[in-house]
Protein backbone atom coordinates (compact mmCIF):
# COMPACT_ATOMS: atom_id res chain seq x y z
CA UNK A 1 0.00 0.00 0.00
CA UNK A 2 3.27 2.15 0.49
CA UNK A 3 3.83 2.20 -3.07
CA UNK A 4 0.11 3.31 -3.96
CA UNK A 5 0.09 5.86 -1.61
CA UNK A 6 3.34 7.95 -2.78
CA UNK A 7 1.63 7.40 -6.31
CA UNK A 8 -1.50 9.18 -4.95
CA UNK A 9 0.63 11.84 -3.60
CA UNK A 10 1.89 12.75 -7.36
CA UNK A 11 -1.97 13.28 -8.35
CA UNK A 12 -2.64 16.82 -8.41
CA UNK A 13 -4.94 18.24 -6.23
CA UNK A 14 -7.48 21.27 -6.93
CA UNK A 15 -8.31 24.20 -5.14
CA UNK A 16 -11.27 22.57 -2.99
CA UNK A 17 -8.34 19.75 -2.04
CA UNK A 18 -9.90 17.09 -4.10
CA UNK A 19 -7.87 14.93 -6.43
CA UNK A 20 -7.44 15.89 -10.39
CA UNK A 21 -7.75 12.64 -11.92
CA UNK A 22 -5.85 12.68 -15.21
CA UNK A 23 -7.86 10.63 -18.22
CA UNK A 24 -5.20 8.38 -19.13
CA UNK A 25 -5.43 7.53 -14.87
CA UNK A 26 -9.07 7.05 -14.95
CA UNK A 27 -9.19 4.75 -17.67
CA UNK A 28 -5.74 2.39 -16.64
CA UNK A 29 -7.63 2.47 -13.15
CA UNK A 30 -10.55 1.50 -14.89
CA UNK A 31 -8.22 -1.28 -16.89
CA UNK A 32 -7.75 -2.82 -13.65
CA UNK A 33 -11.08 -3.70 -12.95
CA UNK A 34 -11.09 -5.74 -15.61
CA UNK A 35 -8.00 -7.83 -14.59
CA UNK A 36 -9.35 -11.53 -13.71
CA UNK A 37 -9.83 -11.62 -9.84
CA UNK A 38 -9.99 -7.73 -9.38
CA UNK A 39 -13.30 -6.12 -8.42
CA UNK A 40 -14.43 -2.44 -8.65
CA UNK A 41 -14.23 -2.59 -4.81
CA UNK A 42 -10.36 -3.59 -4.35
CA UNK A 43 -9.24 -1.33 -7.26
CA UNK A 44 -10.84 1.39 -5.57
CA UNK A 45 -9.61 0.99 -1.98
CA UNK A 46 -6.00 0.51 -3.71
CA UNK A 47 -6.46 4.13 -5.10
CA UNK A 48 -8.14 5.23 -2.01
CA UNK A 49 -11.53 6.22 -4.20
CA UNK A 50 -15.13 5.21 -3.14
CA UNK A 51 -16.33 2.55 -5.77
CA UNK A 52 -19.22 4.59 -6.93
CA UNK A 53 -16.37 6.86 -8.87
CA UNK A 54 -14.45 4.26 -10.23
CA UNK A 55 -18.39 2.93 -11.33
CA UNK A 56 -19.02 6.25 -12.52
CA UNK A 57 -15.44 5.90 -14.71
CA UNK A 58 -16.64 2.51 -16.10
CA UNK A 59 -19.52 4.25 -17.46
CA UNK A 60 -17.52 6.61 -19.18
CA UNK A 61 -15.46 3.86 -20.78
CA UNK A 62 -19.15 2.12 -22.21
CA UNK A 63 -19.85 5.55 -23.44
CA UNK A 64 -16.81 6.26 -25.35
CA UNK A 65 -15.34 9.15 -23.20
CA UNK A 66 -12.26 7.21 -22.09
CA UNK A 67 -9.94 4.85 -23.92
CA UNK A 68 -8.57 1.83 -21.91
CA UNK A 69 -5.03 0.82 -21.88
CA UNK A 70 -3.73 -2.35 -22.11
CA UNK A 71 -3.06 -4.20 -19.68
CA UNK A 72 -1.34 -7.69 -19.05
CA UNK A 73 -3.78 -9.76 -17.57
CA UNK A 74 -7.01 -7.92 -18.98
CA UNK A 75 -9.37 -10.39 -21.34
CA UNK A 76 -12.25 -9.69 -22.94
CA UNK A 77 -14.89 -12.04 -24.27
CA UNK A 78 -16.01 -11.93 -27.79
CA UNK A 79 -19.44 -10.70 -28.29
CA UNK A 80 -21.89 -11.47 -31.09
CA UNK A 81 -24.68 -9.01 -32.21
CA UNK A 82 -27.65 -11.11 -33.48
CA UNK A 83 -29.98 -9.04 -35.82
CA UNK A 84 -33.53 -8.32 -33.93
CA UNK A 85 -36.18 -10.58 -34.87
CA UNK A 86 -39.09 -8.47 -36.42
CA UNK A 87 -42.34 -9.20 -34.45
CA UNK A 88 -44.87 -10.40 -36.22
CA UNK A 89 -47.83 -7.34 -35.44
CA UNK A 90 -50.88 -8.59 -34.50
CA UNK A 91 -54.04 -8.80 -37.47
CA UNK A 92 -56.68 -6.74 -36.61
CA UNK A 93 -60.12 -7.92 -37.70
CA UNK A 94 -63.17 -6.53 -37.86
CA UNK A 95 -65.07 -9.85 -37.63
CA UNK A 96 -67.16 -10.98 -35.37
CA UNK A 97 -66.49 -14.70 -36.34
CA UNK A 98 -65.35 -17.46 -34.27
CA UNK A 99 -62.30 -19.39 -33.83
CA UNK A 100 -62.85 -23.42 -32.46
CA UNK A 101 -59.40 -24.59 -30.76
CA UNK A 102 -59.79 -28.09 -30.67
CA UNK A 103 -57.13 -30.57 -28.94
CA UNK A 104 -58.62 -33.81 -27.72
CA UNK A 105 -61.93 -33.80 -25.77
CA UNK A 106 -61.79 -29.83 -25.08
CA UNK A 107 -63.14 -27.03 -27.34
CA UNK A 108 -61.91 -23.54 -26.71
CA UNK A 109 -64.46 -20.78 -28.52
CA UNK A 110 -62.30 -17.61 -29.07
CA UNK A 111 -63.01 -14.32 -31.55
CA UNK A 112 -61.62 -14.25 -34.40
CA UNK A 113 -59.85 -10.93 -33.46
CA UNK A 114 -57.48 -12.63 -30.84
CA UNK A 115 -54.27 -12.14 -31.49
CA UNK A 116 -52.03 -15.53 -32.49
CA UNK A 117 -49.75 -15.17 -29.62
CA UNK A 118 -53.00 -15.43 -26.92
CA UNK A 119 -54.28 -18.64 -29.09
CA UNK A 120 -50.46 -20.34 -28.66
CA UNK A 121 -50.78 -19.41 -24.88
CA UNK A 122 -54.15 -21.19 -24.67
CA UNK A 123 -53.16 -24.06 -26.79
CA UNK A 124 -50.14 -24.91 -24.61
CA UNK A 125 -52.06 -24.94 -21.53
CA UNK A 126 -54.85 -27.50 -22.98
CA UNK A 127 -54.89 -30.70 -21.73
CA UNK A 128 -53.56 -33.48 -24.45
Known sequence: ?????????MVARRADGKR???PELKARIVAETLIEGETVKQVAERYELVPSMVSDWRRMVRQGKLVLPNLEG????????????PVAQPLVTTSSSMIDVIKGDVT?????????TRIAEIVQTMAP
Do not use: C, K, Q
Request: aromatic share 10%; net charge negative.
Open 108 to 116: VRLDAATPA
Open 1 to 9: MGATSEFLA
Open 74 to 85: MDFVPVEIEAPV
Open 20 to 22: DWP
